[in-house]
């Protein structure tokens, strides 16, 4: 039960801290007549997500290998760019949301605010998906208090996504951007990174094939595991598996690491290109920023 309320709480508050940034953010501009772009958003991604895993399951025999990996990739990559404009956007319109808010209405022209559906939407399929599958799983079905724990979470999830957004529209206009800028710069970092590991492993999985038709038509030898790995780890602060098997807090299957690997993109064990992405990322987005708040100046 424990297991299935710490995965799905974790999947369903990333949603929700986004959502939540999004609807206090409406609140703060006076443009609380958008609120039903985020909420169609929720729904189609809620809809899309059980369609999506079940057809995954149909037609693909679940969500595993290549193709998972791909899909994977793929959607972090696009929720990291939509973060992204998101951000930058919020950058720009700082000062003016400060001082003129009834001036906003004009930037939130018809391609905006599907912009803002879309955005709302990725972050439901990406997680939904997951979600949905991992409830699917008949390991988990066959044992009620799983089910119950995974329903636990998801309302656990949702008020304490709530309880952050009733607090932030309480927030200064500056602070909170400046704030809710930084956590989604972190988030969409790890996003970024995860993608880059996905794709890692897209092409892991493309060598190890090569390897192996080679192997078998007598072309090739076979190449130990550490030397067909294309990402190896740079260094790994993984705590000791405990001695019963489980994993310590801060393990990156742990539990507390596990949610900040998935919130902000937390990894002790990075390879080279998990790390340049990474660090690039939040690097190219602070950049911008600069320069946004010095053309201000």
């Given at each position: ?11 369903t508050?990333?949603?929700?801290l ?7 953010y ?17 729904v ?27 899909f ?19 950058m720009?319109?700082?000062?003016v ?17 599907f ?6 939407f ?5 997680e939904?998906v997951?979600?949905v ?8 079905v ?26 932030s529209?309480r ?5 909170y ?12 970092a ?16 493309f ?21 067909e790995m ?49 660090v690039?990322?939040i ?9 946004v ?5």
């Amino acid at each position: 039960m424990l297991t299935s309320f710490i995965i799905t709480f974790r999947e369903t508050l990333e949603v929700s801290l986004v959502v939540g940034i999004i609807l206090s953010y409406l609140v703060k501009t006076k443009e609380t007549k958008y609120n039903p772009v985020v909420y169609v958003g929720i729904v189609a991604g809620v809809i899309a997500s059980l369609i999506g895993a079940m057809l995954f399951n149909k037609f693909a025999n679940g969500f595993t290998g290549i193709h998972e990996q791909l899909f994977e990739g793929t959607l972090l990559l696009l929720g990291a760019f939509l973060l992204t404009t998101m951000i930058l956007w919020m950058m720009q319109q700082k000062q003016v949301v400060a001082k003129m808010h009834e001036k906003l209405a004009e930037h939130l022209s018809k391609a905006q605010k599907f912009e803002l559906f879309f955005l709302v939407f990725v972050a439901v399929l990406r997680e939904g998906v997951e979600t949905v599958i991992y409830l699917d799983a008949a390991r988990y079905v066959a044992e009620e208090s799983q089910l119950y724990g995974a329903i636990l979470g998801i309302v656990a999830a949702i008020v304490l996504g709530y309880l952050l957004f009733v607090a932030s529209v309480r927030v200064d206009i500056k602070k909170y951007f400046t704030v809710t800028s930084v956590l989604l710069i972190l988030f969409a970092a790890g996003l970024v990174s995860h993608g880059v590991h996905e794709f890692e492993e897209v092409a892991e999985s493309f060598e190890a094939e090569e390897a192996a038709q080679e192997t078998a038509t007598g072309q090739g030898t076979a190449v130990p595991e550490s030397e067909e790995m294309s990402g190896e780890v740079l260094w790994n602060l993984n705590p000791a598996v405990n001695a019963d098997g489980s994993y310590p807090l801060l393990h990156e299957n742990g539990h507390v690491g596990a949610f900040l690997k998935e919130l902000f993109g937390y990894n002790p064990a990075p390879t080279l290109a998990e790390l340049l992405s990474y660090v690039g990322y939040i690097l190219l987005v602070s950049f911008l920023w600069w320069r946004v708040e010095h053309k201000k100046e």
